[in-house]
């Protein structure tokens, strides 16, 4: 069987952040970086994680955090332009004060 690098894997690069501008390296675990570990913010360039589809580009907000049994912590963005929403599996060097921020009493 050969081996081909997925799009994902290609995709792991820092990139400086829109919303903070703090210079953000490629992910530690050599997983697709989708958003700032520092503010959490993302970009709106996904319509499916990692494909880099989307037209919008527009900043998306960190809007809360859901626990899923399977995949652990997920971070919840909402599009500040089309409202469009995204889940994404936390990073390990995410900030846990600004994550620990959106949780919301239950
Ligand atoms: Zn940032
Ligand atoms: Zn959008």
Excluded at 23 to 45: D, F, K, M, T
Excluded at 78 to 87: K, Q
Aim: aromatic share 6%; hydrophobic share 30%; with cysteine.
């Amino acid at each position: 069987m050969s081996y081909a690098p997925t799009s994902r894997e290609q995709e792991n690069t820092g990139f400086r952040c829109a919303h903070c501008g703090r210079e953000v390296p490629a992910h530690p675990g050599g997983s697709y970086r989708n958003h700032c570990p520092y503010c959490l913010w993302s970009v709106h360039v996904d319509i499916a994680p990692g494909d880099r589809a989307a037209d919008c580009q527009a900043p998306m907000r960190p809007e809360a955090v859901d626990h899923s049994g399977k995949k652990g912590y997920i971070l919840i963005h909402r599009c500040t332009v089309c409202g469009a929403v995204d889940r994404n599996k936390l990073a390990p060097d995410d900030d846990l004060d600004v994550l620990i921020s959106l949780q919301r009493p239950a």
